[in-house]
Structures are given as structure tokens and as C-alpha cells.
């Protein structure tokens, strides 16, 4: 697929540092994201930090806590369409937000990709 027919774009919300990159550098690498975009913290984002609002949010499960979890019906509101991925530690507690998909630290190309189809559908313009 070619660059001109991307269509989506994402956010991804993770302190600066080597995973963002890796991360960043993963999700750049799927054909169906025209822009990836990146945040530090999810407290800081707003419905007009992103522009335009991004099909996915992919949010570092260190983020997320106590300070958060009140915050979640306004995080959703400020993108409705948004789909969410929660990536975390093994062993840490998922988060109780919905609707989410919950990934492990460590996933592979595959299962992002895999996981960004199924969230996306045709949006993801994916080649069958």
C-alpha cells in the first residue's frame, strides 16, 4: 500500500525515551496510519492536542492510575471515534476503562498489526 493511501492517524502516549521511539518507529511502519503523532502524558492531552483526532490511541499502561481513572469519560469524549490499547507490564492490572484491547510490553509487529485490524476494520487498509 502506498504512502498516498493512508488514512488514519494515531496517537501514542509514553514518556520520551527509546521504547517511545521503538514504539513510534512500529506503529509508523503499519500501512494504514498517514500520521503518527506522540504525547508524554495522557493528564495533558485535549480534544484540539491532536488534530486530526487520531483513529487510535495507544497509551503506555504506566500512565494510567488513580489521578487518571476520573478523567477516562472526558479522555473518551474528547475523541468519541478513538479506538484505545492499553500496553502493559506483565503482571499489571489491565485497566477498568472500556472499550480497550490490553497488549503486553514486548508484543510483536504481528500482533500489533493484528490487533490495530480487528480495532480499525477496513479503516486499516490492510492488504488482504
Same mark, same amino acid.
Do not use: H, K, N
Given at each position: 500500500? %502506498?504512502?498516498? %493511501? ?5 496517537l501514542?502516549?509514553c $514518556? ?6 521503538? !514504539?513510534?518507529? #512500529?506503529?509508523?511502519? #503499519? $500501512?494504514?496510519f498517514d ?7 495522557? #493528564?495533558?492531552?485535549?480534544?484540539d492536542?491532536?488534530q486530526?483526532?487520531?483513529? !487510535? ?5 504506566l500512565?494510567?492510575? $488513580? ?7 472526558? !479522555?473518551?469524549?474528547?475523541? $468519541? ?13 489491565p ?15 504481528d500482533t500489533?498489526?493484528?490487533?490495530v485490524?480487528? !480495532? ?9
Amino acid at each position: 500500500m %502506498s504512502q498516498a %493511501s493512508r488514512r488514519s492517524s494515531a496517537l501514542i502516549i509514553c $514518556p520520551p525515551g527509546r521504547y517511545r521511539e521503538g !514504539l513510534w518507529a #512500529l506503529m509508523d511502519s #503499519l $500501512p494504514c496510519f498517514d500520521q503518527v503523532a506522540v504525547a508524554d502524558t495522557l #493528564l495533558a492531552m485535549t480534544a484540539d492536542s491532536v488534530q486530526p483526532p487520531p483513529s !487510535l490511541v495507544v497509551i503506555d499502561g504506566l500512565e494510567w492510575g $488513580p489521578d487518571v481513572e476520573p478523567d477516562w469519560p472526558l !479522555l473518551r469524549a474528547a475523541w $468519541p471515534a478513538a479506538r484505545w490499547v492499553f500496553v502493559i507490564e506483565p503482571g499489571q492490572a489491565p485497566p477498568g476503562a472500556e472499550p480497550i484491547r490490553v497488549l503486553l510490553r514486548g508484543f510483536s509487529l504481528d500482533t500489533l498489526a493484528v490487533t490495530v485490524r480487528s !480495532l480499525l476494520g477496513d479503516e486499516a487498509g490492510f492488504i488482504q
